[in-house]
């Protein structure tokens, strides 16, 4: 039985690797999407924990500014943070280590989102499929950083859509 897992997920792998770019960003778009409504389906309600509101309810920044951040300049810069630094120091460094790189620098993915420590569970299981992807991305010669980027981007979109516009 392993055996068939393993080679399945060989030949998804292989299949992401070789695949072109609009596709891979497609099925990352896709998966993480997933990932999240499995995450928000096994946590309890964290509707409150809304990383732009204060304890009283007001916004913290204007709702088109939260908008174009969460959207452009997070997804790039958490990218830059917690997928290309950890990606580089595990290549040259720990290089035999992937498991240790991708559920470390998870972690500090998750606890960069410490609205609710809810809100850092729900992160954290993304942030080993974002590791996960990056490397892929880096592997396929592709801008690991702008696919990534563009990946949490429109995760980050729908979560504003639903908070703000829905």
Same mark, same amino acid.
């Given at each position: 039985m392993r055996m068939v897992i393993n080679?399945?997920?060989?030949?998804?792998?292989? =299949?992401?690797?070789?695949?072109?770019v609009i596709v891979f960003i497609l099925i990352g778009f896709i998966c993480m999407f997933l990932v999240g409504r499995l995450m928000m389906a096994v946590l309890p309600p964290f509707a409150g924990d809304h990383p732009n509101m204060n304890p009283d309810g007001s916004e913290r920044i204007s709702k088109e500014l939260y908008t174009f951040i969460a959207i452009f300049i997070s997804p790039f810069i958490?990218?830059?943070?917690?997928?290309?630094?950890?990606?580089?120091?595990?290549?040259?460094? =720990?290089?035999?280590? =992937?498991?240790?790189?991708?559920f470390v620098s998870a972690l500090f993915f998750g606890v960069a989102h410490r609205y609710s420590i809810y809100y850092m569970i729900a992160a954290y299981v993304p942030g080993i499929f974002l590791l996960f992807y990056y490397d892929i991305a880096y592997q396929r010669k592709e801008n690991a950083v702008?696919?990534?980027?563009?990946?949490?981007?429109?995760?980050?979109?729908?979560?504003v859509l639903s908070a703000y516009y829905l």
């Open positions: 080679k399945k997920a060989q030949q998804a792998v292989l =299949y992401l690797k070789n695949t072109n958490e990218t830059l943070i917690f997928q290309t630094l950890p990606h580089k120091l595990y290549r040259k460094y =720990y290089p035999n280590k =992937y498991f240790v790189y991708l702008i696919v990534l980027s563009i990946i949490h981007g429109l995760i980050n979109t729908l979560a």
